[in-house]
C-alpha cells in the first residue's frame, strides 16, 4: 500500500485548510485511516482516526475544529481543519492500516502563522 498526503501550506490563524491522503496498492485490506502530526521538537501525535464504518475519535486539542472523513471509493481520506491556531503548526502524517501493517505517508507541511 502505497500512501501520499497533499494539501498542506502556509496559513494565518484562524484560516482553514484541507489535507488530503490517498492510497493505492492493496487498499481492498484497510481498515483504519488516520492522521498524527509532529512539531518540531515533539513527539509524533495523533490527530483523528476513521474506522471502515465511520466512526471517528480526536485529539482533544482539535476537536470541534477538525474533521476527519473518508470516500471508500476512492481510497482518500480528508482532514478538514477550521480554526487553524500558531501550535497547529507541525508536519502532518497519513496513516492507512490493515491487519498487518501501518503503512506511513511521507507527510505534508502545515505553517500557522499568528
Known amino acids: 500500500v502505497q500512501v501520499v498526503e497533499s494539501g498542506g501550506g502556509l496559513v494565518q490563524a484562524g484560516d482553514s485548510l484541507r489535507l488530503s491522503c490517498g492510497a493505492s496498492?492493496?487498499?481492498?485490506?484497510?481498515?483504519?485511516m488516520g492522521w498524527y502530526r509532529q512539531a518540531p521538537g515533539k513527539e509524533r501525535e495523533l490527530v483523528a482516526v476513521?474506522?471502515?464504518?465511520?466512526?471517528?475519535n480526536y485529539a482533544d486539542s482539535v476537536k470541534g475544529r477538525f474533521t476527519i472523513s473518508r470516500d471508500n471509493a476512492k481510497n482518500t481520506m480528508y482532514l478538514q481543519m477550521n480554526s487553524l491556531k500558531a501550535e497547529d503548526t507541525a508536519v502532518y502524517y497519513c496513516?492507512?492500516?490493515?491487519?498487518?501493517?501501518?503503512?506511513w505517508g511521507r507527510g505534508t507541511q502545515v505553517t500557522v502563522s499568528s
Open positions: 476513521i474506522t471502515s464504518d465511520g466512526d471517528t
Open positions: 496498492g492493496s487498499t481492498s485490506s484497510i481498515d483504519h
Open positions: 496513516v492507512v492500516a490493515n491487519s498487518e501493517y501501518d503503512y
